[in-house]
Each structure stands twice: as structure tokens, then as C-alpha cells.
């Protein structure tokens, strides 16, 4: 059913159909219908598991030695491992900087090689550990880290010869919490180019992904990547981006980006995995009610657009199953953001709060399929 109405959509856009009128025709037909919270949870446990992890935790940071730690946790990255560590011992800065590489318990060359990279590079620090997961190895790298600013680089990427120096700048010549640099796709003609600013917003300025950025450690200092999940980057906008002070936004493209069709990402749709995607919007906000976080507007926003996109990862799941996630979605809406102090900022988000507020689900779903 949603398939077709996908489709219609499409073949609406083609005909310039404004969205409000799409909305109107694609939610003919969809019968209103929701289930309690526990019902639904139940439901979609028996799909997927809900993962153990918690991004609630405290790393055991030691003394700063260096500006700059890059963590790179890898996989069975044998074929682009050599690019991605050649970027980074090439690096032409001042600045001093470890890499510290998580071998993530890879069962191809991929060992072989950073053993190669270790013995040539002093600053190379290299963990060999068993397989657990990116979220794992990247809190392994974060626990290692004996830096002022931390980075992350993904092992199938590669970063310009610049990367340290154009980030580490403005981080610290004002004193920046985060800074955000533009990144290029290596293998699609794509580039994002960040417009250079010294009050950047993170909710309106920053991209979602956690690379392309120098953090300050001490954001990380009560918060991991919570192990088990897909899409543990979430992490970042709820537990790292409402904690920065100062964030800057350079124009300066310093990444290189491989999409990989492979990835979590593009094969979420056919795995009930992809459950995660709303899984790890109930444990960040809980996470973040524990903690005793501010909830704002801006995260209020952030997660009303979350929301479409658990949707859309799980948008080919049986009718019953999306009642249940729908349910679900519209409780944490009434539970974390209540309507008397919470504003959407977001106008194309408008329609998303009213369909969760009311718990109209024909409405949330044409909504929803308007923004693929």
C-alpha cells in the first residue's frame, strides 16, 4: 500500500502538485488507528531486539599531550585502510596529533597493514581488540585519546593534506567547542560546502555525520556511542551538540566522503535492524532525562524530523508494524516535548507535530511520504 502511494507521490512531484494537496490525496484510504505504548514496544521487540547500550557513561581521559587525536575505527577496510591512514600521516600542520586506529577485530589484511603503518609512524597508536561494533571501537578510541580536540575519521575516507591545520585554527584561536568543515563524495559528484561562520548553530548549521569536525574532548567526557545500535551517530546531536558553546563552520572542503552502498545506511530498509533508527531516539531521550539535560526547542525541532526519518527506514515494514511505531513516536512527542512549552521552528515540520499531537496516523503518513 505504501509503495503505491510512494509512487503517487513521485508522479504528483513530476506534475508540481503542491505538498498540502499530496498530502491530501495520499492520506485517502490509511485507517486511523494507534496502540498503547507497551503493546507496540512489545511488537517491535519481537521484530528486533531493543539493544542494551546507553550513551550514559564516564571515559577515564588522562593528561592532554597532544592538540588533536583522530580516531579511526575500521572493519575489513583492507582495500582503502592505505588512503584513509596516508591522508593522515601526511598531514602538513603545526599542530601535534595522535592517531590512535581501532581494528575493530577485522578478519582480512586489514591488520597486517596498520601493524605496517604502526612500526613506520611513532604517532600511530594501534588497538587490536575483538569485534563489537563501530560504536564500541570508537568509545575504545575516545578512552584512549590523550588530547585537547578529538576527530573522527572513517577508515573507507581520506582527509586533504590540510585537514588538521584548517580545522585546528579557528578551534583554537577562539576557543571552539566544535568546528565543521565542507567534505566532497569520493566516488559521486556531490560536495557539501558549509558556509564559513564563527556563531554557527548546531541544529541549523551542522551535518548529521560525526566526521569532518574537531570536538573538544571534555564534550565527550559523560557520554558514549551507545553500543549495540545502528545509527549510534545519533548520538551527537543529543547527547554532544546541546553541551557546545562555540561552534564555527568553515567553507574549506577537508573530507572525502565514500558513500558505500553496502553501508548500514543503504541497506537499512530491508533489515529489521533498522528498528534501531527509533530505538535510539527512546534511549537518547531517556539518556538525556537522566542526566538532568535542558530539553529545547532546537532538539524538540530536531526530533520531530527524526521522527519522519525512523519512518522512512522503516517505511517497507507491515501496516501493523508502522501503527506500532507510529504509536510509539507519538508518545515520546507528548512525554519529552509537551505542547505548552515547546515551539517547532521548523515550518515544513509543522504538519509532523500535528499528525504526532493529534495521533492522526493517515495524516503522519502522507506527510511523511511528501518528504522521499
Keep these: ?22 498530502v491530501g490525496l495520499l492520506k485517502l484510504g490509511i485507517p486511523q488507528r494507534t496502540v498503547k505504548y507497551n ?17 550514559v557513561g564516564t571515559h577515564t581521559f588522562k593528561e ?8 579511526v575505527a575500521t572493519y575489513n577496510n583492507q ?6 591512514i596516508s591522508s593522515l600521516v601526511k598531514q602538513q600542520t603545526k599542530y601535534t596529533f595522535s592517531i590512535i586506529v581501532v581494528n575493530d577485530g577485522s578478519t582480512d589484511r586489514t591488520a597486517t597493514i596498520l601493524a605496517e603503518w604502526a612500526k613506520r609512524f611513532p604517532n600511530i597508536q594501534l588497538i587490536n581488540c575483538q569485534h563489537g561494533g563501530l560504536a564500541r571501537a570508537r568509545n575504545v578510541g575516545l578512552n584512549a585519546s590523550v588530547a585537547r580536540y578529538i576527530s573522527f575519521v572513517d577508515a573507507d575516507d581520506y582527509v586533504e593534506k590540510d585537514y588538521v591545520e584548517r580545522l585546528m585554527n579557528p578551534a583554537n584561536k577562539y ?15 556531490e560536495k557539501f560546502i ?18 569532518g569536525k574537531v570536538y573538544r574532548r571534555s564534550l565527550f567526557k559523560n557520554v558514549k ?6 545509527f549510534e551517530d545519533t548520538m551527537g546531536m543529543y547527547r554532544v551538540w546541546p553541551n557546545a558553546d ?5 567553507s574549506d572542503i577537508i573530507y572525502n566522503y565514500r558513500i558505500n552502498d553496502n553501508g548500514i545506511t543503504r541497506s537499512a530498509f530491508s533489515s529489521p535492524k533498522a528498528l534501531d533508527s527509533l530505538y535510539i531516539t527512546i534511549r537518547l531521550l531517556e539518556d538525556c532525562r537522566n542526566v538532568g539535560m535542558s530539553f529545547s526547542n532546537e532538539l524538540y525541532t530536531f526530533t520531530l524530523q527524526q521522527i519522519v526519518t525512523n519512518y522512512i527506514r522503516i517505511h517497507s515494514f507491515k501496516n501493523d508494524d508502522l501503527i506500532a511505531a507510529f504509536s510509539i513516536m507519538a508518545k515520546l512527542i507528548d512525554d519529552y516535548f509537551s505542547a505548552s512549552q515547546f515551539t517547532c521552528l521548523d515550518a515544513d515540520s509543522l504538519i509532523i507535530e500535528k499528525a504526532l499531537r493529534a495521533k492522526d496516523y493517515p495524516l503522519f503518513i502522507a506527510a511523511s511520504i511528501t518528504k522521499q
Excluded at 194 to 211: N, V
Excluded at 225 to 230: C, L, R
Aim: glycine share 4%; hydrophobic share 35%; charged share 30%.
Design 39 to 55: 503493546e507496540a514496544l512489545a511488537k517491535l521487540n519481537a521484530i528486533s531486539p531493543f539493544p542494551t547500550g546507553t550513551s
Design 175 to 189: 576557543k571552539a567547542d566544535i568546528v565543521e568543515g565542507s567534505y566532497q563524495t569520493i566516488n559521486k559528484d
Design 64 to 71: 592532554e599531550t597532544f592538540d588533536l587525536a583522530i580516531i
Design 1 to 22: 500500500m505504501y509503495r503505491k502511494r510512494i509512487k503517487l507521490n513521485h508522479l504528483l512531484k513530476k506534475l508540481h502538485v503542491p505538498p498540502k494537496k499530496r
Design 79 to 84: 582495500d582503502y585502510i592505505d588512503k584513509c
Design 246 to 250: 562555540k561552534i564555527i563552520t568553515i
Design 225 to 230: 556511542f551507545p553500543e549495540g545500535f545502528w
Design 194 to 211: 558549509d558556509k564559513p561562520d564563527l556563531h554557527a548553530s548546531a541544529f541549523q548549521d551542522l551535518y548529521g555525520y560525526p566526521w
